[in-house]
């Protein structure tokens, strides 16, 4: 079993707004990393990195990320900072993996670039392009296609993502 897309790409992207309409097109189930944890730990994401600290979460990150690899067979959306572990990114290797890419002008519209956001709580612009130049070349590693998300609604990004595939709608 494995997912028929995997998203990947920063905060406020839009990866769970994407993939909800990916897998509503393909007919398939919808499946996020973040949303696993948040269920799994009974808090949200922020209060994990404020209660147990970053390392902590990037360790429930991997086990979330490993199990949805090997357990879900939909559209799967993972958090923005997975890519930093160089195992999750051998096990991305062999699935079809959609970097959704924003520049900081995007990020800062659709974001705020604030709101439970715990790496980016001091000078939000500036933590998040710090953020994407140590992200951007894992992204790109990983990624089957790049699909740029500035300027376009859900639905259009959707779209781009299944042509770059090459994928059929159910």
């Not at 730990?41 to 990320?65: C, K, Q, T, Y």
């Amino acid at each position: 079993m494995s997912p028929r897309i995997v998203l990947v790409g920063p905060m406020g992207v839009g990866k769970t707004t994407v993939g909800e309409l990916l897998a509503e097109r393909l007919g398939c189930t919808f499946r996020d990393t973040d949303a696993d944890i948040v269920a799994a730990e009974g808090r949200e994401i922020s209060d994990i990195f404020i209660e147990e600290g970053e390392p902590h979460f990037r360790e429930l990150e991997r086990r979330a990320v490993r199990e949805a690899l090997a357990d879900h067979d939909g559209v799967l959306a993972l958090g923005g900072g997975a890519v930093m572990d160089e195992g999750t990114r051998a096990l991305l290797a062999e699935h079809a993996v959609v970097y959704l890419s924003m520049d900081v002008e995007e990020a800062v519209k659709r974001t705020g670039l604030n709101v439970a956001r715990p790496l980016l709580a001091v000078n939000p612009r500036k933590q998040w392009r710090e953020l994407m130049e140590a992200r951007r070349p894992l992204y790109q590693e990983v990624a089957r296609v790049v699909v740029a998300t500035d300027g376009r609604a859900p639905e259009e990004v959707a779209e781009a993502v299944l042509e770059a595939l090459e994928l059929k709608q159910a």
